[in-house]
């Protein structure tokens, strides 16, 4: 495909010194080389004697992979450089010898030394030991755009260019001294319009017959095309395609040096900023219109930054990072942030689309003598979480007691996987009993976390985090395969029992479109009786997901159960159209029955009202954080069926729920 492309540019507009059969030969071997050794292809350009750098450009032209390009475009300066420095050695010796064989035989050698001279490629010029150039060749003086007399009218110094190396006239002091015999560097020249070309200048020092240094003959090579193709590549890999500004590699860059020349005291700062919303204009309004929001995103952050010591880049997506070397304190990154974040509240007009933005930024401000380039970054992600997880369109400064809560929470979260596999995670038991006779009817299975370092751990430790990392699939598995592991040995130890185990489930876990496969399959390997599974959801999870996998469950006769009632937007009318046979209370109405009338009459109102309701439609109802016996008797005397809580037992290890099973059945758990 390569071979194929590369033939199509190379032959459009470039000539090419090779018949159609070498070309092709060629270029097969090229893109046969170009996975496994990139700067090869470069080397072999030249080798091929293809060093017109038109063909470079055409070559990596059609390469996505930048890397792969900037590794031609490598091996290509290299292979031309030492072809170059072959070349100009060559030349040095042919002139060196041309030159001493002029002072054996002068009349001998003078044709030679002249048709080397005049007809070199290279620029070659030879200067006094005061400095005055004496003679050029034709190819030196159309370099810098004069002519031949104007050169030899010019002395060495003329030839100065601000950018000339600090030592290049050391180097040469030490050249017509006779301390050294050469020197070569690369060098700019103006030229007589005014423009600047770029030379790999070697200068020799020509000595005379007892030594004595006599004469210098420097040699130039135009390699004014091979850096500005150098520049464009570099551009290219510290720069944003997109914006123009610098990118994640370019920011790491400035930010080391910042910290490599810092001072004792100096300070840095950070403005980490993620545009809020920015999926849902690139879903509606399409990507081009997000790419041009961006770009216009760019400017309005590029005009908020000081040029002098604050840059503005783009590292990700619709991520930016705004750096601060050695603000004069926290206050000046704060009025950043809220000069971006003002800057940004103004409407942007995107062709025809009118649109607004915001954003949530991360402000770190720091003595760098206390941290890191690495830990700066650090933590203005994370702050930048904690921005967003606050309501976006805001900034937050870093607190290191929350960034040191929130590096908790995802060391905890990184290791769930792990804790899965190493099976940290246990099940312990709730009891669920009838209020009408004091029998145990069910159980609740809550899972633990049994941390080696911080000991047991409670689900809303971890559970939320779970939930955005996606390690609640594979646990939500565990925890419901254990469960019913427990409760078909329950069913075939204590039968008259008829013992149902209950099992949360989250958002994620009830859309996830393999969960009817995965409870069916489980149910089979396990043996438990679909009849003694209820699967808990919360009202958001049942409200929210289509209802046909709920009534697969449903007809395999597994119970499907509201847990928390009340603290959603679900309502009785809508749930008698889905699979539902339980709602459970949620805590703090049954709290409410604790106080004492008139102040408990209202929420005793909403239960009955609930309750009756609930029975209409043919639901059941089990109270939750039951744990008074006035708070049970007052439930029981409004219809509830089914009573959870301290009062009740407190959740327990799988051998305690046997024991009990054990020693009363099914009754007697009160």
Same mark, same amino acid.
């Given at each position: 495909?390569f071979?194929?492309r590369?033939?199509? %540019?190379?032959?459009?507009?470039?000539?090419?010194?090779?018949?159609?059969a070498d070309?092709?030969?060629? +270029?097969?071997?090229?893109?046969?080389? =170009?996975?496994?050794?990139?700067?090869g292809?470069?080397?072999?350009?030249?080798?091929?004697? +293809?060093?017109?750098?038109?063909?470079?450009?055409?070559?990596?032209?059609?390469?996505?992979?930048?890397t792969?390009?900037?590794?031609?475009?490598?091996?290509?300066a290299?292979? $031309?450089?030492?072809?170059?420095m072959?070349? /100009?050695?060559r030349l040095?010796?042919?002139?060196?010898d041309?030159?001493?064989?002029?002072?054996?035989? $002068?009349?001998?050698?003078?044709?030679?030394?002249?048709?080397?001279f005049?007809?070199?490629?290279? !620029?070659?010029?030879?200067?006094?030991?005061?400095g005055?150039?004496?003679?050029?060749?034709?190819a030196?003086?159309?370099?810098? !755009?004069?002519?031949?007399e104007?050169?030899?009218?010019?002395?060495?110094?003329?030839?100065?260019?601000?950018?000339?190396?600090?030592?290049?006239?050391? =180097?040469?002091? %030490?050249?017509?001294?006779?301390k050294r015999?050469?020197v070569?560097?690369?060098?700019?020249?103006?030229?007589?319009?005014?423009?600047?070309?770029?030379?790999?200048?070697?200068?020799?020092?020509?000595?005379?017959d007892?030594?004595a240094?006599?004469? @210098?003959?420097?040699?130039?090579?135009?390699?004014?095309?091979?850096?500005? $193709?150098?520049?464009?590549?570099?551009?290219?890999?510290?720069?944003?395609?997109? @914006?123009?500004?610098?990118?994640?590699a370019?920011?790491?860059?400035r930010?080391?040096?910042?910290f490599?020349?810092?001072?004792?005291?100096?300070?840095? &700062?950070?403005?980490?900023?993620?545009?809020d919303?920015?999926?849902?204009?690139?879903? @509606?309004? &399409?990507?081009?219109?997000?790419?041009?929001?961006?770009?216009?995103?760019?400017?309005?952050?590029?005009?908020?930054?000081?040029p002098?010591?604050?840059?503005?880049?783009r590292?990700s997506?619709?991520?930016?990072?705004?750096?601060?070397?050695?603000p004069? &304190?926290p206050h000046?990154?704060t009025?950043?942030?809220?000069?971006?974040?003002?800057?940004?509240?103004?409407?942007?007009?995107?062709?025809?689309?009118?649109?607004?933005?915001?954003?949530?930024?991360?402000?770190?401000?720091?003595?760098?003598?206390?941290?890191?380039?690495?830990e700066?970054m650090?933590?203005?992600?994370?702050t930048?979480?904690?921005?967003?997880?606050?309501? #976006?369109?805001?900034y937050?400064?870093?607190?290191?007691?929350?960034d040191?809560?929130?590096?908790?929470?995802?060391a $905890?979260?990184?290791?769930?996987? *792990?804790?899965?596999d190493?099976?940290?995670?246990?099940?312990?038991? /709730?009891p669920?009993?009838?209020?009408a006779d004091? #029998?145990?009817?069910g159980?609740?299975?809550?899972v633990?976390?049994?941390?080696?370092? #911080?000991?047991?751990?409670?689900? *809303?430790?971890?559970i939320p985090?779970? %939930?955005?990392?996606?390690?609640?699939?594979?646990?939500?598995r565990?925890?419901?395969?254990?469960?019913c592991?427990?409760?078909?040995?329950?069913?075939?130890a204590f039968p008259?029992?008829?013992?149902?185990?209950?099992?949360n489930?989250?958002?994620? /876990?009830?859309? %996830?479109?393999?969960?009817?496969?995965?409870?069916?399959?489980?149910? @089979?390997?396990?043996?438990?009786?679909?009849?003694?599974?209820?699967?808990?959801l919360t009202?958001?999870?049942?409200?929210?997901?289509?209802?046909?996998?709920?009534?697969?469950?449903a007809?395999?006769?597994?119970?499907?159960?509201?847990?928390?009632?009340g603290t959603?937007?679900?309502?009785?009318?809508?749930?008698?159209?889905?699979?539902?046979?339980?709602?459970?209370?949620?805590?703090p109405?049954?709290?409410?029955?604790?106080?004492?009338?008139?102040?408990s009459e209202?929420?005793e109102?909403?239960?009955?009202?609930?309750?009756?309701?609930?029975?209409?439609?043919?639901?059941?109802?089990?109270?939750?954080?039951?744990?008074?016996r006035?708070q049970? *008797?007052?439930?029981?005397?409004? !219809?509830?069926?089914?009573?959870? !809580?301290?009062l009740?037992?407190?959740? /327990?290890?799988?051998?305690?729920?046997?024991?009990?099973?054990?020693?009363t059945?099914?009754?007697?758990a009160?």
């Amino acid at each position: 495909m390569f071979a194929r492309r590369w033939r199509r %540019e190379l032959t459009r507009s470039i000539f090419v010194p090779l018949d159609s059969a070498d070309l092709d030969a060629l +270029l097969e071997r090229l893109a046969a080389l =170009l996975p496994d050794d990139p700067s090869g292809v470069g080397a072999a350009l030249v080798e091929a004697h +293809l060093t017109d750098p038109s063909v470079l450009e055409a070559i990596i032209g059609v390469l996505d992979d930048r890397t792969a390009a900037a590794a031609v475009a490598a091996g290509y300066a290299r292979a $031309l450089r030492a072809a170059t420095m072959a070349e /100009q050695e060559r030349l040095n010796r042919a002139v060196l010898d041309a030159h001493a064989a002029a002072e054996r035989a $002068l009349r001998a050698s003078e044709s030679r030394m002249r048709a080397v001279f005049h007809n070199a490629a290279v !620029g070659i010029g030879v200067s006094t030991m005061d400095g005055r150039i004496v003679r050029v060749n034709q190819a030196f003086a159309d370099l810098l !755009g004069y002519t031949v007399e104007e050169m030899t009218g010019l002395r060495v110094p003329d030839l100065a260019h601000p950018s000339d190396p600090p030592d290049m006239w050391l =180097l040469y002091e %030490e050249l017509i001294a006779g301390k050294r015999d050469a020197v070569r560097l690369e060098k700019a020249y103006y030229r007589a319009d005014g423009g600047v070309v770029w030379a790999d200048m070697t200068s020799s020092l020509i000595r005379d017959d007892d030594g004595a240094p006599e004469f @210098t003959i420097a040699m130039v090579q135009d390699i004014t095309d091979r850096l500005r $193709l150098q520049d464009r590549l570099e551009h290219q890999a510290t720069h944003d395609p997109l @914006t123009g500004m610098p990118n994640r590699a370019m920011i790491a860059d400035r930010l080391d040096r910042i910290f490599a020349e810092a001072g004792p005291d100096a300070r840095v &700062g950070v403005c980490f900023l993620d545009l809020d919303g920015f999926k849902r204009i690139n879903d @509606t309004l &399409g990507h081009q219109v997000g790419d041009d929001l961006l770009v216009a995103v760019a400017d309005r952050l590029r005009d908020c930054c000081a040029p002098a010591h604050q840059i503005a880049g783009r590292v990700s997506g619709d991520e930016f990072v705004l750096l601060v070397d050695d603000p004069d &304190g926290p206050h000046e990154l704060t009025r950043l942030a809220a000069s971006v974040l003002a800057a940004l509240s103004r409407p942007f007009q995107l062709g025809r689309h009118r649109t607004r933005i915001s954003a949530s930024i991360g402000v770190v401000e720091s003595a760098v003598l206390d941290t890191s380039p690495a830990e700066l970054m650090k933590a203005a992600d994370l702050t930048l979480y904690v921005a967003k997880s606050e309501g #976006r369109g805001r900034y937050v400064t870093y607190d290191a007691d929350r960034d040191a809560r929130q590096a908790a929470r995802y060391a $905890l979260a990184a290791a769930m996987p *792990d804790a899965l596999d190493r099976r940290e995670f246990t099940l312990v038991y /709730q009891p669920l009993v009838s209020l009408a006779d004091g #029998r145990l009817t069910g159980v609740e299975a809550l899972v633990r976390w049994q941390h080696p370092e #911080r000991g047991e751990l409670g689900p *809303d430790a971890f559970i939320p985090l779970a %939930e955005e990392t996606g390690v609640i699939l594979p646990l939500g598995r565990w925890v419901l395969e254990e469960a019913c592991g427990q409760a078909a040995y329950w069913a075939r130890a204590f039968p008259s029992a008829q013992l149902s185990v209950s099992v949360n489930m989250t958002v994620s /876990q009830v859309h %996830e479109p393999a969960l009817p496969a995965d409870v069916e399959k489980i149910l @089979t390997r396990t043996g438990l009786d679909p009849s003694l599974l209820v699967l808990e959801l919360t009202e958001s999870a049942v409200m929210d997901n289509d209802s046909a996998p709920l009534r697969a469950l449903a007809e395999r006769g597994i119970r499907i159960a509201i847990d928390d009632f009340g603290t959603g937007y679900s309502n009785l009318a809508y749930l008698r159209r889905l699979p539902v046979h339980i709602l459970k209370l949620a805590g703090p109405f049954v709290d409410g029955l604790r106080g004492v009338p008139p102040a408990s009459e209202v929420d005793e109102q909403i239960v009955e009202t609930i309750v009756r309701l609930a029975h209409v439609i043919g639901l059941s109802v089990t109270a939750e954080a039951v744990e008074t016996r006035p708070q049970a *008797d007052r439930l029981r005397a409004l !219809g509830c069926d089914t009573g959870q !809580g301290w009062l009740f037992a407190r959740p /327990q290890r799988a051998n305690e729920i046997t024991e009990l099973l054990r020693r009363t059945g099914s009754a007697g758990a009160t």
